[in-house]
């Protein structure tokens, strides 16, 4: 592999994620549908698809279909909660870090948010610093993750009725670690082995994550880092400039990005730059910690997920910094065609090929500072003629969080999610979306993402976004209010004209998915739309989804109440007994369940029959019939 991929070099020819798709084919059936196990050195075992007429129905030890689906999708849970909670662990630390004054560079940037989470973890408040009150909050966000027998503590944020559910079917999780590692336990060779009470350990892990890991980054770094402002951003290859030093952030965690998005704007360093020859330091970012620094700072995205080979192969970028999840293994190799430079940052990931640059919270600044000299350097070393940029960028409205949409909606004085309740009864707005999750080479360049979302908007449905499909709609413009409002339902478009607010919000990155939740939750707080996030017509969908990550934030929105379908492939489709149970009775528990669906159109289609259903639960079916006026009508009208 090695020797093929040094041929590969010298060629100075490289391949990207859709020819090594191509030469991965034909995919293997047994691991598609489930049903290959490596749990142990008995095997690898598989077990014959229904109906394929096999005799394997048993793996060695006598695991069936159902067990072995199921272990998978634990597994599968445990790894996203792992990643996630991972990213929130750091934020705490960093948030102790900042406190004790030992990260120079950072700040807190949000008082009243710290202030809100001191009071919802029990701090009391009265004659702290704001120094003190944040250490004490960070020690208590980190012992979330490893608390053995108290309940984490945001679960008591949901409605009161879901916390209810979760005690009643014993899937509340206690700390973060301890329901990943019983999740893993409870997978290996001989343990739990009966499909059902195996999804208990993976919902409890994926409530972990959703009400725990995600949601403490995503409120630890609000305070760190501020909480998002709608601002207005742009996207798209076309954010790279050609006569600047291009210097690119890839993967999760925005903790070196903010500190890069400080340093570029250094006078020094935009002097050096400008000595080199260049106009100056253009900063971008690709995937997740791309949306983090556009939320904040405005900062461009230059794309998904798929997008991060492409971005190399512009021969215009300098260095391209990553940290964690998400990243090619590929992106050395591509780069090694170019001139561009790849930096590995986190302790946890290294690549082959990548410069090392280790980066705390304690050199933080001094590392920016080091990544963005040796970019300004790096600028000799590019060849003009391979210099190729495509020409497209797009602008987005940016920025939202579970509180701006609050602000927006009811004003600074009044903040409230009234009007959005009121106009879902009225009927103006039919539901709420949440289209989130990756892009995935087996589809068309986003194609799922495009169609789902213009068919829910179309409808009257406001859909919220994160993560790569938050920059998929983006780069189609619809998160541009004047192109997006072109393909509203009448109901909504008259809203969001109203309002000011694009029919696609962007919320952020993949653990902002907790803002999800929040807004849900703020929904039902709000009165009106029932007792329960399962009552609100509101549904949820990842139409594109590859991580493990996806099948975490999945479960957690369906043992939270949505209804959730997923896109590209489904990993139970091996076991009728699991996916059934997946489908169609975990609902009758948590009030969510799963679908999976391949076509986006008639993905919406299940969306908009969900949210029709509980709207005429609600009975608020009524409002939205309209009248339709023929032109006798209206000029009797007029
Ligand atoms: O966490 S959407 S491809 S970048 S996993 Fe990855 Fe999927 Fe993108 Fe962010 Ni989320
Ligand atoms: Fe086979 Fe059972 Fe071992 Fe899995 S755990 S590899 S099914 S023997």
Sequence with gaps: MATEQNQVKTKNNFDLVWDRLEKQQPQCKFGQLGLCCRFCAMGPCTISPVGSGGKRQYGVCGADADTIAA??????????????????????????????????????????????????????????????????????ALAEFGKQEDKLTFLKMAPLKRQIIWEKYKVAPRGVDREISEAIERTVMGTDQEYKHLMKAATKCSLADGWGGSMIA?????????????????????????????????????????????????PEFVNKAKQKGAKGINLGGICCTANEILMRHGIPILGNFLNQEMAITTGAIEIMTVDIQCIMQSLPMVASCFHTKIITTSPKAKLPGATHMEFTEENALEKAKEIVHMAIENFDNRKKEKVSIPKQEVSLVAGFSHETISYILGGRFRASYRPLNDNIINGKIRGVAGVVGCNNPKITAEENHLILVKELIKNDVLVLQTGCSAIATAKAGLMDPVIALDYCGPGLREVCEAVGIPPVIHLGSCVDNSRILMAATAMVKEGGLGDDISELPAAGAAPEWMNEKAITIGQYFVASGVFTVFGVTWPTLGSKNLTKYLFEEIANELGGNWAFESDPVKMAKLMLDHIDEKRKKLGIDKARERVLYDMAMRRELE
């Design 71 to 140: 272990r998978h999708f634990v597994r599968m849970t445990a790894a996203g909660s792992s990643a996630h909670s991972g990213h929130g662990r750091s934020v705490a630390e960093a948030l102790i870090k900042i406190a004790k004054n030992q990260a120079p560079g950072y700040q807190i940037k949000d008082e009243y948010k710290l202030i809100k989470l001191c009071k919802i973890f029990g701090i009391e408040i009265a004659n702290k610093k704001i120094e003190e009150l944040a250490l004490e909050l960070g020690e208590k």
């Design 218 to 266: 995503t409120e630890l770094q609000d305070i760190i880092f501020g909480t998002p402002q709608p601002l207005v951003g742009k996207v798209n290859l076309g954010v790279l400039d050609e006569n600047y030093v291009n210097i690119v952030v890839h993967g999760h965690e925005p903790l070196l990005s903010e500190m890069l998005a400080i340093v570029v704007d250094m």
